[in-house]
RNA sequence: CGGGGCGUAGCGCAGUCCGGUAGCGCACACGGUUCGGGACCGUGGGGUCGAAGGUUCAAAUCCUUUCGCCCCGACCA
């Protein structure tokens, strides 16, 4: 490909709205441009990126008997609304109705449609296993799209769904998917692990999350580097550091105007660790009182799960139901269901005394106040391994894939059922499984840039190689590139050659900004002498060969 | 949806407080000189100042409304 004929419109200065690296870059490099907020046009090197990695996608699906297919993304309402989501899914969908007024959706996944074809075909378990796949447009109205082509409104993904006879047939695709997203992501150049993940909505019980560290990564994930223990800080398990058990006499303290653990410690010249933070919440069967240790944050998805649907109280109602204003809140005193987190079960603390400007010091579990024991903090790095008691160090992470053991949840709501062995009717287990192709291209230049600009790993850069004759006025040199050019191409690699007439600094800037592995530098004084230079783009190393040997040493 | 910021030429910005001929750099076009890390000199084209309404002799600037974009948070099937 010549660069001349080639759309690829370099920025010097990136747009003022690009924050995150790999949004900058590609904005500067020409890979992609902005219509809206969480809408991108692929340009024809990023589009090129985003085909490179599709086809890696297709071959590891293909290698574990994916077959692709291609859904529609305009969904009637109806098959929403049978397995509950049109109703579930608030304003995320983008809905619409046709001519008719019949109500439709965008598709933000497809579990419900790939059911669907699985609910008219299916009949047998001979018909089963299958794993059905598609690399399609996908449309949600996020709350906020951000980080450029991290998420967006609108975007491609890798969508497989496995149907099978039983749970453990249902495992072997759960694992095949495992091992084939690791031999994809490995061979896209990044760097990532999977870690265990809340299933949230989709329902059903497992859950992995694919992530890739980057400062960029909305995510966090909590890992242990001894047992390999490593799962998204949102349902992260972890033992908090242990705390010396104070000899206190219960005894009343007055703290002025002192609320928040900060500054009763500060007041109390204690460490926050020997607080308990009180918190008010209203769950669906009434008002709950949360515990943790003064220096832990409260989960909420852990509390969800021991006490259901659950809001935090507002100001008014907290000093309604304990009489007392927010600051000054705690366990004793009053009849109140309590969760709090196990830690709180040793030692001694100081909590608030349900008294406006008291707090109690010397307060004990089961002595003191009664309540029901559970994990409701959030892991932190320093906290330690609930498997091996090893330090736990947390990461911030960008998903790039996740897989999910549906189970029956959506083969019961849509009716897919087949018959089994014996004529019984029985509904299809279901997995998906997801990738999304623009965020390995997003975590691949997170991980992989300098200050120049891009650094593609080889898999999927737009070009192998990039050739750069500096003088385009030299007939030898064209001449060189020239031959060179077919010699590479001759071996099926994707070559770019810069043909513009330009000043040599404007060629190495825009090749180390576009960041194609290999560079091939032909300049006048070197071709006297028959030689060029063959640059790594990442080391910047350079080497020179001969011209007739060049290429061989790509 | 809550908090904050920003909309002036393709891009980056100044001008807005304190109303008075719309500017700078880059990019673009033409001419010349240059030619291995985003060249230099000269000339030139390009802007309903996000939009609407209002105040005023006069609005990029003041007031009201509205739209868009970014960041933090909430949310994230």
């Not at 993304?73 to 098959?79: D, K, S």
């Not at 299916?122 to 447009?137: C, L």
């Not at 992530?211 to 992260?236: F, H, I, Q, W």
């Not at 109140?336 to 109690?360: M, S």
Request: proline share 4%.
């Amino acid at each position: 490909m010549l660069f001349s004929k080639m759309f690829i419109p370099t920025l010097r200065e990136a747009p003022a709205d690009a924050e995150a690296i790999s949004h900058i870059l590609m904005l500067r490099a020409g890979y992609v441009r902005q219509l809206a907020a969480g809408l991108y046009m692929y340009l024809p090197l990023g589009w090129r990126v985003i085909n490179k990695i599709n086809a890696i996608l297709k071959e590891e699906m293909d290698a574990i008997n994916g077959q692709e297919i291609s859904l529609p993304i305009l969904h009637p309402a109806e098959i929403w609304q049978q397995t509950g989501r049109w109703d579930a899914i608030r304003d995320e969908m983008f809905r619409l109705k046709d001519r008719t007024g019949r109500d439709m959706c965008l598709g933000m996944t497809h579990e419900e449609i790939m059911t669907w074809l699985a609910s008219r075909e299916i009949r047998s378990y001979r018909d089963m296993p299958q794993v059905w796949y598609q690399i399609q447009t996908k449309l949600r109205d996020e709350a906020r799209p951000k980080s450029g082509i991290l998420r967006t409104r609108e975007f491609l993904m890798k969508d497989s769904y496995s149907f099978d006879t039983s749970e453990e047939a249902l495992d072997k695709n759960y694992q095949l998917h495992a091992e084939a997203y690791h031999k994809i992501f490995k061979r896209c150049g990044l760097t990532f692990m999977m870690v265990e993940s809340d299933p949230g909505m989709m329902g059903g019980g497992v859950s992995h999350e694919f992530m890739a560290p980057s400062p960029a990564g909305e995510d966090e994930v909590a890992l242990c580097d001894k047992c390999g223990y490593s799962a998204n800080v949102e349902l992260a398990l972890s033992t908090p550091s242990q705390i010396e058990t104070k000899s206190w006499e219960k005894e009343e303290i007055h703290t002025p105007e002192k609320r928040t653990v900060k500054e009763v410690s500060n007041f109390l010249k204690l460490t926050p660790e020997y607080f308990i933070k009180s918190i008010l919440v209203i769950s669906d069967n009434g008002p709950v009182l949360a515990l943790v240790r003064g220096d832990q944050e409260l989960h909420e998805k852990n509390l969800s799960k021991v006490i259901g649907n659950h809001r935090p109280a507002q100001k008014i109602e907290v000093k309604e139901i304990l009489g007392v204003e927010a600051g000054f809140i705690g366990p004793i005193g009053h009849q109140l269901r309590i969760v709090a987190d196990t830690c709180l079960r040793e030692g001694a603390y100081v909590c608030g005394a349900n008294k406006p400007h008291y707090h109690i010091r010397g307060i004990k579990a089961e002595e003191d106040f009664a309540a029901e024991w559970h994990n409701i903090h959030i892991a932190r790095a320093r906290d330690f391994c609930v498997k091996c008691g090893n330090a736990l160090k947390v990461e911030r992470v960008i998903e790039i894939g996740n897989i999910f053991k549906l189970g029956t949840k959506y083969s019961s709501a849509l009716k897919a059922l087949y018959l089994d062995e014996n004529g019984q009717e029985k509904p299809i287990i279901m997995g998906s499984y997801g990738i999304g192709p623009a965020r390995i291209a997003a975590a691949a230049i997170e991980q992989n840039h300098d200050k120049d600009g891009i650094i593609w790993p080889k898999s999927i850069a737009p070009f192998d190689v990039e050739i750069l004759p500096l003088n385009m006025k030299d007939t030898v040199t064209i001449e060189a590139a020239e031959k060179l050019y077919r010699e590479l191409s001759k071996k099926g690699l994707d070559v770019l050659m810069d043909d513009r007439d330009e000043r040599a600094g404007v060629k190495f800037k825009d090749a180390d900004l576009i960041g194609i592995p290999l560079q091939i530098i032909i300049g006048e004084k070197n071709l006297k002498e028959g030689l060029v230079e063959i640059k790594n783009r990442k080391t910047k190393e350079i080497v020179k060969r001969p011209l007739e040997e060049a290429r061989f040493s790509v």
